[in-house]
Structures are given as structure tokens and as C-alpha cells.
């Protein structure tokens, strides 16, 4: 008779993001704790998470942890210099993100990001250490709700715990994947002001799919400290 109850044992799974199957490997304790791996081999290795070094403003992968050129320019425009704290981000832009993001954000596949939940989570509290955040989901305009049906940044925020408020509105405009970096970087009145009461003296921490060049979250987090926002940092599933 075996002495443990951590014997490892052998599953059949489906990856639920290629949709190959996989044996599993897994002990009696991880199965009881529902921590099993869900994802295959090559899927697993398609998400890579951020490590150090990055660099310490936006939370971008690079070499060193040096201020790189997209802070840099938004350090020299003087309207938006000091609006954002940081940001952090739990995974770097690959060609699988790339796809898996559009399963999520453009073609309805939600169920998709329960799998980084644990993850989301982790690097969270990994990032801030504020003791009392409000979280804010960078809103969508009510026509690409209405088009798509849900915001996937609400669907993020809702996997960090927290409360939550929606004290803007997002004004309608085309999709910013269509626009150039230099569109994106000096775009103007993406968000109108809904009701500030919520976000004044707290720190407020926006959440997004995808930090690209930081003209969202740096508008949004304008907006949010003429309101009244002690601080304002953002927290993004992938920073490209």
C-alpha cells in the first residue's frame, strides 16, 4: 500500500487553446486543489510572461530597466509628463498573444481568459502594493459594446478582486489597431468624464487588454487626475 496520497497519476486533456490533446501528469494534492496545467506543452511555452529587466515606467521587456523611448516621449509632453505612475503587464507581445487576443477581444472567445486568471492575479499583487485601489476598466464606446457584446477590460479587472468603477466614457472613434503609432500617440478626447465622485484622493489603477504606446491609459489617467485621483497606474494583459 502506498505510504502518500501524491502519486502521480495520468489524465487525457484538450488544450482549450489549439484544441490538440495532451497527457497530463499530475499528483492527487493538484487535482484536489484544481491546479492542474491546462494548456499543452507548445501553448504553455506561447505565453511569456515579463521578467526583469523592463523598463521601470511602463513595465516593457527590454535589457536593461532604463526609461525606454516611448516614456520618454511621453515625459517630454509637459500635459501628460506626471499623470501616470506605472504600468505593469503580465504577458509580452508575441505572435501567439497576438492570436489568442483576438480570439478574446474580437471574436467572442471569453471562456479564453479564465486561463490567466491565476496569472493576472499573481503579477498584480506582485506590482502594486497599494492597500486600497479602485480599479477602472478602460471603457468601450456604446457601439463597440453594442458590436462586441462585452468589455474585455471589465472581464480583467473582475479576475483582480476589488472594487470597481466606471467613472468614464469612451467616445466613439475607429479601432486603434487600424491607426498608425503616430496617430495613436497624439490622438485627442478619446474619454469624457462620467461622474468623478468614486475616483477623488484614491489611487485608482486602470486595467486594459494591451498596453501598445500608452496613449489609452495616458489620456484616461489625464482625465482621471483633474478629477481628483490621488495617482493613477494601469495593470494590462499584454504590453506589446
Same mark, same amino acid.
Given at each position: 500500500?502506498?505510504?502518500?496520497?501524491?502519486?502521480?497519476?495520468?489524465?487525457? @486533456?484538450?488544450?482549450?487553446?489549439?484544441?490538440?490533446?495532451? #497527457?497530463?501528469?499530475?499528483?492527487?494534492?493538484?487535482? @484536489?486543489?484544481?491546479?492542474?496545467?491546462?494548456?499543452? #506543452?507548445?501553448?504553455?511555452?506561447?505565453?511569456?510572461?515579463?521578467?526583469?529587466?523592463?523598463?521601470?515606467?511602463?513595465?516593457?521587456?527590454?535589457? &536593461?530597466?532604463?526609461?525606454?523611448?516611448?516614456?520618454?516621449?511621453?515625459?517630454?509632453?509637459?500635459?501628460?509628463?506626471?499623470?501616470?505612475?506605472?504600468?505593469?503587464?503580465?504577458?509580452?507581445?508575441?505572435?501567439?498573444?497576438?492570436?489568442?487576443?483576438?480570439?478574446?477581444?474580437?471574436?467572442?472567445?471569453?471562456?479564453?481568459?479564465?486561463?490567466?486568471?491565476?496569472?493576472? /492575479?499573481?503579477?498584480?499583487?506582485?506590482?502594486?502594493?497599494?492597500?486600497?485601489?479602485?480599479? #477602472?476598466?478602460?471603457?468601450?464606446?456604446?457601439?463597440?459594446?453594442?458590436?462586441?457584446?462585452?468589455?474585455?477590460?471589465?472581464?480583467?479587472? %473582475?479576475?483582480?478582486?476589488?472594487?470597481?468603477?466606471?467613472?468614464?466614457?469612451?467616445?466613439?472613434?475607429?479601432?486603434?489597431?487600424?491607426? /498608425?503609432? &503616430?496617430? /495613436?500617440?497624439?490622438?485627442?478626447?478619446?474619454?469624457?468624464?462620467?461622474?468623478?465622485?468614486?475616483?477623488?484622493?484614491?489611487?485608482?489603477?486602470?486595467?486594459?487588454?494591451?498596453?501598445?504606446?500608452? %496613449?489609452?491609459?495616458?489620456?484616461?489617467?489625464?482625465?482621471?487626475?483633474?478629477?481628483?485621483?490621488?495617482? #493613477?497606474?494601469?495593470?494590462?494583459?499584454?504590453?506589446?
Amino acid at each position: 500500500m502506498r505510504k502518500s496520497f501524491e502519486v502521480e497519476q495520468r489524465k487525457s @486533456l484538450i488544450c482549450p487553446i489549439c484544441e490538440s490533446h495532451f #497527457v497530463a501528469a499530475f499528483t492527487w494534492k493538484s487535482f @484536489l486543489l484544481l491546479n492542474e496545467e491546462r494548456l499543452c #506543452v507548445a501553448c504553455r511555452d506561447g505565453l511569456m510572461k515579463i521578467h526583469s529587466p523592463t523598463c521601470h515606467k511602463c513595465g516593457r521587456a527590454q535589457s &536593461n530597466d532604463q526609461l525606454c523611448q516611448d516614456c520618454s516621449r511621453w515625459t517630454e509632453r509637459p500635459d501628460f509628463a506626471e499623470v501616470l505612475v506605472k504600468n505593469r503587464s503580465v504577458y509580452a507581445y508575441n505572435d501567439f498573444m497576438k492570436d489568442i487576443l483576438a480570439r478574446f477581444k474580437f471574436r467572442g472567445d471569453t471562456a479564453s481568459a479564465e486561463l490567466f486568471r491565476k496569472d493576472v /492575479r499573481s503579477t498584480f499583487k506582485r506590482s502594486f502594493s497599494i492597500k486600497e485601489p479602485v480599479l #477602472v476598466p478602460i471603457p468601450l464606446s456604446k457601439e463597440r459594446l453594442k458590436e462586441r457584446g462585452f468589455n474585455q477590460s471589465m472581464i480583467l479587472a %473582475s479576475m483582480i478582486g476589488g472594487p470597481i468603477f466606471q467613472p468614464l466614457i469612451k467616445v466613439h472613434q475607429s479601432k486603434q489597431s487600424k491607426k /498608425r503609432k &503616430n496617430e /495613436r500617440l497624439y490622438q485627442q478626447g478619446l474619454f469624457q468624464l462620467n461622474q468623478a465622485d468614486s475616483i477623488v484622493l484614491k489611487d485608482v489603477i486602470l486595467v486594459d487588454d494591451i498596453y501598445t504606446t500608452g %496613449s489609452t491609459v495616458y489620456q484616461a489617467a489625464r482625465i482621471l487626475k483633474d478629477a481628483g485621483a490621488k495617482s #493613477v497606474s494601469s495593470f494590462t494583459l499584454i504590453r506589446s
